[in-house]
């Protein structure tokens, strides 16, 4: 995959919000509510480096997020051939990064399209799940994640 659309996807994932970077990581929303416990984090790094630090949801909320998560793992399933996702899942599990994982998916411009469009309205359909506190918070702990990176 060409270096540009790695840039691109990147810039839109860290844009495009805090749910559009945990459903397309797959990762249940409702989990990633939770506080947990952690050890002091060492100077310049932030102790915990989930969006949704600090945010707390109702069941309600954790349930809609989950289904928005399993409907758009389920339409982005639907776009992947079942080569490119073994490709992105090898090289997950080989230690790469996501960029890296997404380059060695070689998506088509046609499926650079479906994705963006899919991944747009996840994000929109998950910012109406939280309310305008929620929201601010989770805003928050991005632009401190982007300032440690």
Do not use: W
Not at 35 to 44: C, D, K, Y
Not at 75 to 103: D, F, H
Request: aromatic share 2%; charged share 15%; no cysteine.
């Amino acid at each position: 995959m060409k270096l540009k659309f790695m840039s691109v996807l990147a810039g839109a994932i860290t844009a495009l919000s805090f749910a559009t970077v945990l459903i397309v990581a797959g990762t249940p929303l409702a989990a990633k509510a939770e506080p947990t416990e952690t050890s002091p984090a060492p100077p310049g790094q932030l102790q915990n480096q989930s969006p949704m630090a600090g945010v707390q949801l109702t069941q309600q909320q954790k349930d809609r997020l989950d289904q928005i998560r399993s409907n758009t793992r389920a339409q982005i399933q639907k776009i992947l051939t079942p080569e490119q996702q073994n490709r992105y899942k090898a090289a997950l599990q080989a230690g790469q990064g996501r960029q890296t994982a997404v380059a060695a998916m070689n998506l088509t411009e046609a499926q650079k399209t479906q994705l963006r469009q899919v991944v747009e309205s996840a994000r929109s359909q998950a910012s109406a799940v939280f309310t305008s506190q929620q929201r601010q918070q989770i805003q928050q702990n991005l632009q401190q994640m982007q300032q440690h990176q």
